[in-house]
């Protein structure tokens, strides 16, 4: 294929080949001279010849034109051209019929243009500097040229050869235009373009950038370009393009040299080459577009229609801070409209394509690519920097792909590994020992290259492979890219094993990806990792449109070392995803399968006599059948499915007659044996009317046989089914048919399954139907969960979202039968193993009912009160509710029942349990005689009338719900009773109080705590509060507890009352404020108080003294009532009875005792000392204010009976004196005791 590049010449009468150019110069020499004839055209041109072999060309205007009869230059000859500008344009056409052949010395500072339809040659040792150059064997117009639309057209064979030097300035243009164009010498042109172009028409366009574009709008017949020189444009462009006009044309291309266009500091470089769209393009030598220090690989497009890469073939894209972009026939997955896609590609196996990062950064992107056949034979890399980055992306890609021999190369030593794409038709993984054929044996040492397929499904060995996912690299293999119109159908058959050595601990884990337009089989063939991670991926029928086309794994094992496994298949007509005889283990990777059928009779994933681990990572089954009539979304038989943390889900969807969402049977295990979730979901879509006369359709979920449990210390079960027919939307085993009879599965009676989880996890049931029959059947099976909570709601599941949606006014009954969500006896009998039940949620509002039980003492069944030995919650408190009903009562004894409703409940035929919580805004009447409850709690009750026939504490009681909005168990803490509105709770017999610790109690409304028999006694440091006020009713309050529950009021307790009854006494109690409130009534003893005053004197205020008041009660809040006496002030000395007459407004007997007045007679003149005994110490008395009022006397004193000086105060004594007799003046006598002072003075 390296074949000299000669072009026969005729020069003078002699024949010269171009490729010798020894001999051509040697003719040269001694025929050419400088150019002649120059005749102006356009502009203004000078033309002079200072010495013997110069010239000079002058050019004033920035366009000019002249025609030549000859236009060469000797060996020993040279031309210079100066032009106003590096833009200025110098078109010299050649009008004889001689070559133009240089072989001295062109320089100019703008553009030049030679145009000779005889040929251009430019000799070995010939020398070109120039702004730009277009030399052409194509003619363009004087008017094209003016207007600056640079397009030649001509049918000329004569070739455009190189063999010298030609240098352009800076951003200048180097272009060889003809029907055929040669380099074997050196054509550069820094930060502009090198052109080679081959066409009868070709458009030039220069850019303000220095990146001239080129296009051909005409093939040439035998276009040809050949180079086995350089052509270099650093931080520009190179552009080799030929278009042939022979369709069955050979070589167009042939590339042995040397294109350079490595990256700048200004910009990258880039190399196009373009063989049109037939014949064949040989690329050979060296296509260079690097990056030194500091700069990435720039950019090399290659296309044509046939493309070989030859022996020893170096395309470099590598740059020091990353690689850059190689594209070999076309672009990614040939959807690149920037580049023709190649028919065929061909590469030699010692030839290369490197987008290396050679010191840091990300590796390139190569792409190689044909319509028809890719034969790669080669090495191909895209590496990280050693420093660091990431590795690149390769895609070899073609309808027929053969890489059994390449060398692939996307590693990363300090980065993330990168990727390997294979995209044909069919792919077949094969063992290197079964390898290509013979005939498909690649061509070296000059053999000729291969462009034909070998046939429709390609190979590639599984040890190149695993070679990528040792070294981190991930690996896409792809059949997508098949046309629609051609045979194959777009398989992925793995005929080999895939064991790979990925990096134990990896920057990024590397993938393995399989999308297959058709199917993706595996048949024995194990897919592992065996130290480090690995990611699998498994995509069969992406476009929907080839049936029958699954994902199939049978009698082999996946082992994904910790990385995932992904599984998507569609519209295949048997089973979508099929999982057979296999073990499948991701070792806490994530593991997800997903299958969807548009086929009747059809599964959407089929797991049969199989293994699946995913350790603590989630595993989600997705199946969706909606083809038609006996399809099954999710099929599990005799398989086992086991996570450890990590959730477990199942979701499957079928629509027609005979349809169920998820099937479990075979006695499978579905396990999660360290707290992750089980999430099992099934929706159905079937024919209205009717339930299906076998076990086949129209069932939501169906656990026919097998375990579904968790087994570690936590964890939780989720199972939802729902269907729009008269069939159960749940059910766990098998449920009877519709014409009679047990339902079978075959011909064998299905032993029943168990759904159990460990400790306290809990388990979900949701169900829904058409209701007009029980959503939800539990038959010959087992229910088990020693510390958890079994939670059953009426609900549907979104057949296209899986969605669980609460069907909030669906009825609930419990012990019925009927629509709606119903749990009779038997079923009822399966969850003796689950220590608490909650029915409905926090948005239910559909009536929940407790029907009765049949009495088993009786032939006849007679409905008695049913008993439970389970916690349990009734829920729905949701706008609207119809409340909770329970008409023979319920027995939880030695349990709690926990009533949640926003609706009227009641309970006439009673309730037992050791605990009752009450919650929601409904209203609670629960006054039935029989009620026995222990502790009774609420939680923002709304109004509640309790009644029980033994006394009972109000205290912490914790029970459970569902809160839909979060989709989580929610509990109910009653250790604090709250009400919005009034709670009356009584007692028939024994106490009330408050229990525990911190047991409280707070209403909205008003409280009536009703003792009729008993005390209340309080082991709370809790209190009571209400908005209006509380009340305490007991008999009596001997022996009582009252701790921190204190009225805190000024009548705290109100005796000879009981509750409806009214007060013995006549009394009420009032309606607001705290009481304690007696039946029985203490009494209190008043004693007036004994009394003395002076005779004339007004009489004293009476005081009494009570005794046996009790409970803080005091004379002022529990007495009323006054103390008289007969005597006045005009009574003569003596004794005077003084009478109480008092009662209690809280309900005292009062016992009254008299007291004594003592009135006795007027004193005799004393001496000073016995005197002052009768007066007050305080100023204003009637001493003073009334001058003893009827005997009008004054008493005057030097010695003052009190005084407010201080002591040892010297003071006017009469003055004083006045002072305190001035308001009333009335002195009619005096009585002088000591002779200082006289009446007259005052």
């Not at 009673?910 to 005689?929: E, V």
């Not at 028999?1013 to 009340?1031: M, T």
Request: with cysteine; net charge negative; hydrophobic share 40%.
């Amino acid at each position: 294929m390296n074949k000299p590049c000669c072009v026969p010449w005729r020069v003078a009468g002699l024949m010269v080949c171009a490729a010798a150019p020894l001999l051509a110069g040697f003719y040269m020499s001694s025929l050419l001279a400088n150019p002649t004839g120059a005749q102006v055209v356009s502009g203004t041109v000078s033309v002079d010849t200072p010495a013997a072999g110069q010239m000079n060309i002058t050019q004033k205007t920035p366009n000019a034109i002249v025609n030549w009869n000859t236009f060469s230059i000797g060996s020993h000859e040279g031309v210079t051209i100066a032009q106003p500008s590096a833009s200025a344009a110098l078109l010299n056409r050649v009008t004889g019929n001689d070559p133009s052949v240089i072989a001295g010395r062109l320089q100019a500072n703008g553009r030049v243009f030679l145009v000779n339809p005889a040929g251009v040659l430019f000799t070995a040792g010939s020398s070109v500097n120039v702004g730009s150059l277009i030399a052409s064997t194509l003619n363009i117009s004087n008017a094209d040229f003016l207007a600056g639309n640079y397009r030649f057209v001509g049918t000329s064979v004569a070739p455009v050869s190189n063999a010298g030097t030609l240098t352009a300035g800076t951003g200048g243009t180097i272009a060889l235009l003809g029907g055929s164009v040669s380099n074997a010498g050196t054509v550069s042109a820094r930060l502009g373009t090198v052109v080679l172009g081959a066409g009868n028409d070709i458009t030039l366009d220069f850019a303000g950038d220095g990146l001239t574009t080129l296009k051909i709008n005409q093939g040439a017949a035998n276009a040809l370009i050949g180079n086995t020189g350089t052509l270099a444009a650093d931080g520009g462009l190179v552009v080799m393009s030929a278009q042939t006009a022979d369709a069955l044309a050979g070589s167009v291309i042939n590339q042995q040299g040397i294109v350079r266009a490595q990256s700048v500091a200004e910009r990258n470089g880039h190399i196009v080459l373009d063989g049109g769209t037939s014949g064949i393009a040989t690329v050979g030598g060296t296509l260079d577009a690097t990056g030194g220090t500091g700069l990435t690989g720039g950019r090399i497009d290659v296309t044509g229609y046939n493309l070989a890469l030859a022996d020893g073939a170096r395309v470099d894209a590598s740059g020091a801070a990353g690689g850059g972009t190689v594209r070999f026939g076309g672009g990614a997955a040939g959807q690149d409209p920037a580049i023709r896609n190649a028919n065929a590609v061909w590469m030699s196996p010692t030839a290369s394509i490197q987008a290396d990062a050679l010191i840091d950064g990300p590796g390139g992107n190569v792409v190689v690519f044909s319509d028809t056949a890719s034969r790669i034979y080669g090495s191909i890399s895209a590496t990280g920097g050693a420093q660091g980055g990431n590795g690149g992306l390769i895609e070899t890609s073609g309808r027929y792909l053969d890489v059994t021999q390449a060398h692939i190369d996307a590693s990363a030593p300090k980065g993330k590994g990168g990727t390997w794409k294979l995209d044909p038709d069919n792919i077949a993984i094969v063992a290197a020992a079964s390898g290509t054929p013979a005939t498909e044996t690649p061509p070296g040492n000059g053999s000729p290259a291969i462009f034909t397929p070998a046939g429709t499904d390609s190979v590639v060995v599984n040890t190149r492979i695993t070679d990528q996912l040792n070294l981190g690299v991930s690996v896409i293999i792809t059949t997508v890219g098949s046309s629609p119109t051609h045979l194959a159908l777009g398989d992925i058959n793995i005929q080999a094993p895939i064991v790979a050595a990925t990096p134990a601990n990896p920057t990024s884990v590397p993938v393995l990806t399989m999308t297959a337009l058709g199917s993706i089989t595996d048949n024995g063939q194990q897919i592992t990792s065996t130290s480090g991670p690995l990611d699998i991926v498994l995509n069969a029928n992406v476009a929907g449109t080839n049936p029958f086309s699954p994902v199939s794994i049978s009698n082999t094992s996946v082992t994904t070392h910790g990385g995932s496994l992904t599984v998507n298949a569609a519209g295949a007509g048997s089973s979508t995803v099929v999982i057979n005889n296999s073990t499948i283990d991701t070792a806490g990777g994530a593991l997800s399968l997903t299958g969807t059928t548009t086929q009747t009779e059809d599964v959407g994933i089929n797991i049969f006599n199989s293994q699946l681990n995913s350790g603590a990572g989630a595993m989600t089954l997705t199946g969706i059948a909606s083809g038609g009539g006996f399809s099954t979304g999710v099929m599990l038989d005799t398989s086992n499915l086991t996570t450890g943390s990590g959730t477990l889900a199942i979701y499957g969807s079928g629509t027609g007659p005979f349809t169920n969402g998820v099937e479990i049977t075979g006695g499978s295990q579905i396990v999660s044996s360290n707290g992750g979730l089980i999430d099992i979901r099934g929706a159905v879509s079937g024919p209205t009317g009717g339930t299906s006369p076998n076990l086949q359709g129209d069932i939501g979920v169906l656990i026919a046989s097998g375990d579904v449990k968790v087994t570690g210390q936590t964890g939780a079960i989720q199972i939802a089914g729902s269907t729009n027919t008269a069939d159960p939307g749940l059910a766990i085993g098998v449920p009877p048919s519709s014409s009679g009879g047990t339902a079978m599965l075959g011909a064998a009676l299905l032993a029943g399954p168990t759904v159990s989880t460990a400790q306290a996890g809990s388990i979900a049931l949701r169900a829904a139907n058409d209701g007009t029959t029980t959503s939800l059947f539990i038959g010959n099976s087992t229910l088990s969960s020693p510390g958890g909570v079994l939670s059953i709601m009426p609900a549907t599941v979104d057949p296209n979202t899986f969605a669980i949606v609460a069907q909030n006014a669906t009825p609930i009954t419990l012990f019925g039968a009927g629509g709606g969500l119903s749990i009779d006896a038997a079923t009822f009998s399966t969850f003796a193993s689950v220590p608490t039940i909650v029915l409905g949620s926090t948005t239910q509002t559909g009536l929940i009912t407790v029907n009765g039980v049949c009495s088993s003492a009786s032939e006849v069944c007679v409905l008695t009160r049913p008993g439970l030995s389970n916690n349990l919650t009734l829920s729905n408190p949701g706008s609207g509710s119809q409340g909770i009903v329970l008409p023979f009562g319920l027995s939880t004894t030695g349990h709690t029942l926990a009533l949640v409703s926003g609706g009227p409940v009641t309970d006439p035929g009673g309730i037992q349990a050791a605990s009752l919580l009450l919650s929601g805004p409904g209203t609670f009447t629960l006054t039935d005689p029989q009620n026995d409850v222990g502790v009774l709690a609420m939680v923002n009750a709304g109004n509640v009338n309790f009644t029980d026939s033994h006394g009972f504490v109000i205290g912490p009681v914790i029970g459970q719900t569902f809160n839909t909005d979060t989709s989580q168990l929610t509990t109910l803490d009653g250790t604090h009773s709250t009400l919005t509105g009034n709670l009356i709770a009584q007692a028939a017999t024994g106490n009330i109080g408050l229990a525990g610790p911190n047991a409280s109690l707070s209403a909205g409304g008003s409280i009536d705590l009703v003792m009729e028999s008993g005390l209340f006694n309080s082991a709370s440091s809790g209190a009571i509060a209400a908005g209006n006020g509380w009340r305490i009713w007991a008999s009596t309050w001997v022996g009582e507890t009252r701790g921190n529950v204190q009225p805190n009021t000024a009548q705290p307790n109100f005796y000879g009352c009981a509750f409806g009854a009214g007060c013995s006494w006549g009394g009420t109690v009032p309606a607001t404020g705290n009481h304690y409130v007696y039946i029985a009534r203490p009494t209190v003893t008043v004693t007036a108080d004994g009394k003395t005053r002076i005779a004339g004197a007004p009489g004293p205020v009476f005081t009494f003294t009570a005794s046996g008041l009790i409970n803080g009660d005091t004379a002022a809040g529990a007495l009323t009532g006054t103390l008289t006496s007969s005597a006045n002030r005009n009574s003569p000395p003596g004794q005077y009875p003084i009478v109480p007459d008092f009662a209690s407004n809280v309900g005292y007997i009062v016992i009254e005792v008299p007291g004594t007045l003592t009135v006795t007679p007027l004193i005799d003149p004393v001496a000073q000392a016995g005197l002052q005994q009768f007066f007050s110490n305080q100023e204003q008395t009637f001493v003073y204010e009334n001058n003893l009022q009827g005997t009008n006397i004054c008493i005057g004193s030097n010695q003052p009976l009190f005084t407010t000086a201080a002591p040892g105060d010297t003071q006017d004594i009469l003055a004083v004196e006045w002072k305190r007799v001035r308001s009333q003046p009335n002195l009619n006598s005096c009585m002088l005791l000591n002779g200082q002072h006289g009446c007259g003075d005052f």
